[in-house]
């Protein structure tokens, strides 16, 4: 049975779903997802305690309303908040760096001092940054479509202003108009081929979640927003593996995290994109579990 809890950090409510028995299991999802997108997952029960966090700006996690009068999109997400250092943190909440904390924060107090992470996409950043910042909390580490972020300064300006025009477009249009125009995003490709349940149950994922919240997460979370991680994949101490589509068109991005973290897997799944885990469930399902139940030589 599972259990879903409301857990405050410094001003930010999250919602977490705690299932199953065992070792605990980090799984977090991607961009416009949910908690709920890893529903596919739910066999992981039987043999762990799955973690699931609805991640900031999505699903049910979400902080304070911004000060009166400030309609900026990404002013709900960067308060400052003092931590329990009593240093200010000015990072803001919906940032890659800030989101990895603030799990750490969350695992500790659901008592996993010790836990796998997976992640997908944008969950799949955030759980590289989890592994490099908190190297004691990660025991096993899946990364499916990851990206180490944007190394180049001028590239990395290009993605953030895209992304910001895209934030702009969430709040003007409403989630209807701008989910339609995500899922005729190319990395998406895959999930028009999907059987109509599965693909539906994307679609009310996608569409239950806020304009301002997705707005937030373009803005502070997105790859032109986060610190480019290239140069610490040789931090990730946890034995690791990549899993990425073959017709992925990001598929590039996963083979540089590969390549650069120590001892690292990649497992190409044959016919998926950007999902295997919608796109190809039997097969990401078999390659997380073998992974992560495997005994070391």
């Known amino acids: 049975m599972s259990e879903r809890l409301r857990m405050r950090i410094c001003g930010m409510t999250w919602t977490v779903r705690v299932a199953g028995h065992g070792p605990p299991v980090l799984l977090l999802h991607g961009f416009s997802g949910s908690g709920l997108s890893w529903a596919g997952l739910a066999g992981l029960g039987e043999r762990f305690r799955a973690i699931v966090p609805d991640l900031p700006g999505h699903g049910g996690t979400g902080w304070d309303a911004a000060p009166a009068g400030d309609d900026d999109v990404g002013a709900a997400g960067a308060a400052i908040e003092a931590p329990a250092t009593g240093a200010p943190d000015t990072r803001p909440r919906a940032s890659v760096e800030r989101t990895a904390d603030d799990l750490a924060v969350i695992a500790r107090r659901l008592g996993a001092d010790r836990l796998d992470a997976v992640g997908y996409s944008m969950g799949a950043r955030i759980a590289l940054r989890l592994a490099i910042a908190h190297p004691d909390l990660v025991r096993r580490l899946v990364l499916e479509a990851p990206s180490a972020g944007i190394a180049g300064a001028a590239a990395r300006a290009e993605r953030a202003a895209a992304d910001a025009e895209r934030a702009r477009l969430v709040v003007g249009e409403g989630i209807e108009a701008f989910a339609r125009r995500w899922e005729a995003e190319p990395v998406l490709a895959g999930e028009a081929a999907l059987p109509a349940a599965p693909r539906e149950r994307q679609r009310a994922i996608r569409r239950a979640n ?15 927003a986060m610190e480019p991680l290239q140069d610490r994949l040789a931090e990730v101490a946890a034995p690791t593996l990549v899993i990425v589509g073959a017709v992925d068109p990001a598929r590039s991005r996963a083979e540089e995290v590969a390549a650069g973290i120590p001892a690292a897997r990649l497992a190409v799944v044959p016919g998926a994109g950007h999902a295997p885990h919608v796109e190809r469930p039997e097969r990401f399902h078999s390659l997380v579990l073998d992974f992560l139940t495997e005994t070391a030589a």
């Not at 919240?213 to 032109?224: D, E, R, T």
């Open 210 to 224: 806020t304009p301002l919240g997705l707005a937030s997460s373009l803005v502070h979370g997105g790859q032109g």
